[in-house]
C-alpha cells in the first residue's frame, strides 16, 4: 500500500486522488467519486470534499493509499 503524507489536519477527497496520482485530474476524481469508485476506510464515499485525516485509507480501482 502506497503511502501519502500531508502537513495539515486533513486534505479533500478530490485534492488527495489527484495530488497522489489515483486520478490524472480533478474532473476525473469528481467523476470517480460520483460513480461510487472511490472508499474511505473501506466505506463507499460520495462527498467530494470528503475530509480524510491521517492514518485513514483510501482506495480507487485496487489501488490503496494511506494518509500519513
Known sequence: MAKISIDGEYIE???LLKVAGLCATGGAAKIAVN???VTVDGVVESRKRCKVRKGQVV???GKAIEVE
Open 13 to 15: 477527497l478530490i485534492k
Open 35 to 37: 460513480e461510487g469508485a
Open 59 to 61: 482506495e480507487i480501482n
